[in-house]
């Protein structure tokens, strides 16, 4: 089956087969072809190119489905790699709380939050968190994601984690896009393990690891490294453990607080280390010796009334960035990546071309997926979307709160 888009305005994130990932000054450099076309077989992108007359030929012998982009911009599908969108509804009641003046942690210490969530998901059936999942891999497909990864962590529990993690496995297997698990089993301390700490960990190290290993759930492992969470020890132990079951680590690291998570996640070569709202410049330094991609939550720390992430310092440093919309029902409730890439633009001070690889192919490199999406490249899963008219690929983040796309693809067919 072939796919043939032509007359594309500017056909943009454009990368060269090899190329993992981008860091510093090269984020601002989208590579585009203006007034291209692009040829997709079976499922991958195999071909495009400027209309100059020499590729009469070869789209003439094409055989397929042919779509006009005419005023058009074509772009890869945006890469979610941080969600939690497998959850049993929503929080709304603590927004209004926040909005009172209580602060994330405030309403934790009270019993909600992740509790909260906790407590309605292990009163949840899988088949019930399977249908609301799915409708939600639904919405953010239709806002232009091509790929995600969605995590556990809800759970808090044997039962309640596999429950999770058995729904990911579900959503992956008739998803249209690709889905990556992970295990965060330590995300919140249980009430019940309170005063047991070291009872809760070993119960996930113990217990839940090896059953997911058995039923092979997850691809990562996180931790919420933070303060009033889990301390660089408890990350050291759950991560090492981990790694016996081949799990590699992410963690949510340095959001409330300079918690040591972003050296605990480079010391265990983490693909990931999220949130990062306290970076200072050891934490900088100790990133530009790693392979490990700092990804930035800028809806978070806005719902969250939270300062920002220092994404400038981090980009002008020479580091990569990839950016994650957090898709969660108490901190994040929206998957709509245009608008992460918006509030990347206004309140990080990322260009446009910088947020918009942050949110392709730096995104996929966060997942371990950079080698078949993120960027329009030969070979590459044929996963892109094409926008409605618009003067430049600057207007997307411009028009904050619309997508702005008329079209998705997904392995080289219209969703």
Known sequence: MSLLIK?????VGISEPGI???????????????HAWLIC???LISDFGKHDGTETEKLGALKGETIDASGKMVLPSWCDSH???????PREGEFVDRIKGLSYEDIARNGGGILNSAKKLNATSEEELFESALQRIMEIISHGTGAVEIKSGYGLSVEGELKMLRVIKRLKEVSPIQIKANFLGAHAMPTEFKENRNGYIKLMTDEMLPAIAQEKLADFIDVFCDRGFYTVEETDRILEAGAKYGLKPKIHANELDYSGGIQVGVKHHALSVDHLEFTGDDEIKCLLAS????????STAFFLGLHDPPARKMIDAGLPVALASDYNPGSSPSGRMSFIISLACIR?????????RAATLNSAYAMGLEKECGSITKGKRANFFITSSMPSFAYIPYRYGNDEIEQVIIDGKLI
């Open 7 to 11: 007359n594309i305005k500017s056909l």
């Open 20 to 34: 993992r990932c981008l860091k510093g000054n090269a984020m601002a450099d989208l590579n585009a072809i203006n």
């Open 41 to 43: 077989k079976n499922g």
């Open 83 to 89: 969600t939690h969108l497998v959850f049993a509804g």
């Open 291 to 298: 392979e490990t991609m700092p990804t930035l939550l800028p």
């Open 348 to 356: 990080l001070k990322m260009l446009p071309a910088e947020a918009i």
